[in-house]
């Protein structure tokens, strides 16, 4: 989520959030199968367990990151949409998240999806990036290709203006 400071329900536990999509997806699943599942998922998200009972606002905002993050992987996706998952965090907690998502990925063979706007993040995350302009891809390519030898004048562009720097011509 963009936002962990609003996308979370103020009226649920960080437990409740965590299990509410195994409501809708495993309808079937006993309260106390979801429970092992809430603790399984928070584990794995670096948050102690035993926290669950808590309430949103009494987690920081890297904490409620892991919890919209376990809310995800709770149902064992195959691919997960990220969008700017790291924009409202400093930049120590948006490496700690980044290197989270990155062994969530390695453990789970999880595909990204990964929106943002900011360039230093999309390069410690992607493997192909898209660069888009009024909705649509005006280049694409290897992180490499795509930040270090655009071939496009609006990514030059882009670049430039995102690491304040001169960026080679392709």
């Not at 536990?13 to 998922?41: F, K, N, Y």
């Not at 709770?74 to 980044?98: G, H």
């Not at 989270?100 to 493997?127: C, K, N, P, T, W």
């Amino acid at each position: 989520m963009q936002d962990p400071f609003g996308s979370l329900s103020p009226r649920m536990t960080a437990g409740q959030i965590v299990t509410e999509g195994l409501l809708v997806h495993e309808p079937g699943m006993t309260a106390s199968e979801r429970d092992r599942r809430a603790v399984q998922a928070l584990a794995e998200v670096g948050l102690d367990p035993a926290l669950r009972n808590r309430y949103p606002h009494e987690f920081s905002g890297g904490q409620r990151q892991r919890i919209a993050i376990a809310r995800a992987i709770i149902l064992k996706p195959k691919v997960v949409v990220l969008d700017e998952p790291t924009s409202a965090l400093d930049r120590q907690v948006q490496k700690q998240i980044v290197t989270l998502l990155r062994e969530l990925q390695a453990a789970h063979g999880l595909s990204y999806l990964f929106i943002s706007h900011d360039l230093a993040v999309v390069r410690a995350m992607a493997d192909h990036i898209m660069v888009m302009k009024d909705g649509r891809v005006v280049e694409e390519g290897s992180p490499d290709q795509v930040m270090d030898a655009p071939m496009e004048e609006y990514t030059r562009k882009l670049m430039a203006a995102a690491f304040a720097a001169t960026v080679r011509t392709g």
